[in-house]
């Protein structure tokens, strides 16, 4: 029901946009959070856009790197990453929640999830 695009391969300092597009429902009425895993860690969430408003919120470690954004005339959110650091390395998952308000990183509230796609940063 979602899809992620977007990753690949860049060097540190480089930038990716990540899109999570929707496939059966309308992302305007649910909050959005992108998610990561590393190898060998548990997965951390990066950002989240509510659907009742289209307030951002962001991780400590991405703050001032990385923006969050909608298109509901696309269905999809975006994830501009820019100044990207080795330790971005990561699969990065999208994730919807039935609660537009919400502005967590639960990701057991989070209902659907996209399919992930491998953002790879070279020092």
């Known amino acids: 029901q979602l899809q992620a695009y977007g990753g690949g391969l860049v060097q540190a300092g480089g930038s990716l946009r990540l899109s999570c597009e929707a496939l059966?429902?309308?992302?305007?009425?649910?909050?959005v959070a992108w998610f990561r895993q590393a190898p060998g860690k548990e997965r951390e969430g990066v950002s989240v856009i509510t659907g009742s408003d289209g307030t951002a919120w962001y991780a400590d470690f991405v703050k001032g790197r990385f923006t969050i954004s909608s298109d509901s005339a696309k269905n999809t959110v975006y994830l501009q990453m820019n100044n990207l650091e080795p330790e971005d390395t990561a699969v990065y998952y999208c994730a919807a929640s039935g609660d537009s308000d919400y502005s967590g990183f639960d990701y057991n509230e989070y209902e659907y999830w996209g399919q992930g796609t491998q953002v790879t940063v070279s020092s």
């Open positions: 059966e429902f309308r992302l305007n009425r649910v909050a």
